[in-house]
């Protein structure tokens, strides 16, 4: 079977991850998208299929703080520093991190280690 683009390559990968990645409600799912210009962060629990944290860097407090950023994964550092202390507010200690189906590095990498600066575990 040859896959033919970029897209399905990275969807057969998510679909191999979350067969084994299951978030709970006291160990909720972080999942990570990236698009071209933006990237998003949320804590799923999957047990009821609801999004418990959500951040972007199309949110209002994410967006004036990102304009200081230079670099897309400062940004993306940013992002997973604010879904964080969103989890830590709402009493959410651990997480399991998907990468849903990137490579662990660049942005995927800097919103990891965001979330657990601040002091989110994995």
Do not use: W
């Amino acid at each position: 079977m040859i896959l033919k683009n970029i897209t399905e390559r990275r969807l057969k990968k998510k679909f191999r991850i979350r067969k084994k990645v299951q978030g709970t409600g006291e160990c909720p799912r972080l999942t990570v998208y990236r698009s071209l210009n933006h990237i998003y962060a949320q804590l799923i629990d999957d047990t009821v299929g609801k999004t418990l944290v959500q951040v972007s860097s199309l949110t209002k407090e994410v967006r004036e703080q990102a304009k200081a950023a230079k670099k897309p994964s400062e940004v993306a550092k940013l992002i997973g520093k604010v879904a964080g202390q969103k989890a830590i507010e709402k009493n959410i200690q651990k997480a399991v991190f998907d990468r849903n189906g990137y490579l662990y590095h660049g942005r995927v990498k800097a919103v990891a280690e965001g979330a657990r600066e601040a002091g989110l575990k994995f």
